[in-house]
């Protein structure tokens, strides 16, 4: 089983400024296999954000980007909004498991 | 866009039984694998079941194999977990999402609680 370790758990960020979010995987995945990204905030339903390590899901600004390979992704918010706060959760995809990580708290100043 | 709206949770004692139904519209149903990520409260996500686009293959995180099944009927474009023996840990808000063939959900529902207490 492969686990994914997300850091750190708590972020906290003015308007503007970078975040750089860590998903680490206990073995390295298969060759076609990745990782997806997803935002989720307080009452609402997890949004896609970013699939196959890099590409990002429709709707998702430019300034959110994902990047990593074997087993160390990273998620990077170029500059911090606002509407950025919440939870965000890295997942590995690809094989026929699947797991997630327990999530990255971004907090706004 | 589509609609997935899940139905059928609610408050049921240990070890009683419940069925969770996914209906969706507009997302092309039949063509898609399926699954279902639970959330217990104030935790973070969890991976529980998925299905094949034809309900050919299923998979199960450990914890819920052989107590819960996942099953879907096309024609009604309705996903369905049919949950047994349900523990005090089963307790959560519970998901079905789309997998566009990749392993990764890209459509979500908003849920439905299923507490498990006595």
């Known amino acids: 089983e492969i686990v994914l370790t997300q850091s750190p758990g708590t972020l906290s960020l003015s308007p503007g400024e970078r975040a750089t979010l860590s998903c680490r995987a206990s073995q390295s995945f298969c060759s076609t296999c990745y990782v997806a990204w997803y935002h989720q905030k307080p009452g609402q339903a997890p949004r896609l954000l970013i699939y196959t390590s890099t590409s990002r899901a429709t709707g998702v600004p430019d300034r959110i980007s994902g990047s990593g390979s074997g087993t160390d992704f990273t998620l990077t918010i170029s500059r911090v909004e606002p509407e950025d706060f919440g939870v965000y959760y890295c997942q590995q995809h690809g094989g026929s498991q699947w797991s997630l990580g327990p999530g990255t708290r971004v907090e706004i100043k | 866009q589509g609609r997935l709206v899940e139905s059928g949770g609610g408050v049921v004692q240990p070890g009683r039984s419940l069925t969770l139904s996914c209906a969706t519209s507009?997302?092309?149903?039949?063509?898609?694998?399926m699954h279902w990520v639970r959330q217990a409260p104030g935790k973070g996500l969890e991976w529980v079941a998925m299905?094949?686009?034809?309900?050919?293959?299923?998979y199960y995180t450990d914890s819920v194999k052989g107590r819960f099944t996942v099953s879907r009927d096309n024609a009604k474009e309705t996903l369905y977990l049919q949950m047994n023996s349900l523990r005090a840990e089963d307790t959560a808000l519970y998901y079905c999402?789309?997998?566009?063939?990749?392993?990764?959900?890209?459509?979500w529902g908003q849920g439905t609680l299923v507490t498990v207490s006595s």
């Open positions: 999402a789309r997998d566009p063939w990749s392993g990764y959900f890209d459509r």
């Open positions: 507009g997302i092309h149903f039949s063509t898609y694998s």
């Open positions: 299905i094949w686009f034809d309900g050919s293959n299923t």
